[in-house]
Every structure is written in structure tokens, then in C-alpha cells.
Nanobody, 129 residues
């Protein structure tokens, strides 16, 4: 299983970025995908997740209305469109894969550590003026 996050960069507050999570080595449309982020000096936290077919999504409250998660199963990619970025969105963004959308969603809802063997290399997002 390989997951590669990309698309990070430096952006001013109010700006936008689109992150991509490219997957290989497994049957992509059998897995839910989750995005997590880790700010400097803080624990990794949930951001959003999407089920294997792209019909169910979840967002944590701080990003709701600003971020949109989607997936293209033909290309084995999940996207995270991030609009109206704020300095508190700064961090390394990681994607993970799991059979259970409910399991990822539950961890993100409750703000608890999500245990997974499948973490992609993160991509750094810096929101600063």
C-alpha cells in the first residue's frame, strides 16, 4: 500500500489549495480515505474523510464549509479542496486508507488518535501573510 500526498505550499490567509492523495498497491475503491493534519508541536488531528464510493463524507467543525473532499476511483486519487485558508490550517497534511469509513469518521469526530498501518508521506501547508 502506497499513499502519496501532494499539493501543499505557502498561501496567504483567504487563499486556496487543492491537495491530492495518490494511491497504489491496493484495490482503491475498497477503501475509505481520510485526511489528517499535524501542526507544529501538536498531535495529529482529523480533517475529513470519504467512503469508498465517494457517497459519504465527513468534515471536522473547523473546516466545515471551507474544505471539500472528493475522489476519482478511476485515477486512484482523493482530493481535498481547501478554500478560505486560515493560519490555523497550517500543518503537514497526511492521507490514510482504511476499510472502515465509520472507523475513520469516528476517530475524527471524537478527536482521538487514528491507528493505521497506511499513512502517506505528508505535504506541508503554510498559511501566512
Amino acid at each position: 500500500v502506497q499513499l502519496q500526498a501532494s499539493g501543499g505550499g505557502v498561501v496567504q490567509p483567504g487563499g486556496s489549495l487543492t491537495l491530492s492523495c495518490a494511491a497504489s498497491g491496493f484495490i482503491f475503491d475498497d477503501y475509505a480515505i481520510g485526511w489528517f493534519r499535524q501542526a507544529p508541536g501538536k498531535e495529529r488531528e482529523g480533517v475529513s474523510c470519504i467512503d469508498e464510493r465517494g457517497t459519504k463524507t465527513f468534515y471536522v467543525d473547523p473546516v466545515k464549509g471551507r474544505f471539500t473532499i472528493s475522489r476519482d476511483n478511476a485515477k486512484n486519487i482523493v482530493y481535498l479542496q481547501m478554500n478560505n485558508l486560515k493560519p490555523e490550517d497550517t500543518g503537514v497534511y497526511y492521507c490514510t486508507a482504511d476499510f472502515g469509513f465509520i472507523r475513520i469518521k469516528g476517530a475524527q469526530q471524537m478527536g482521538i488518535t487514528f491507528e493505521s498501518d497506511y499513512w502517506g508521506q505528508g505535504t506541508l501547508v503554510t498559511v501566512s501573510s
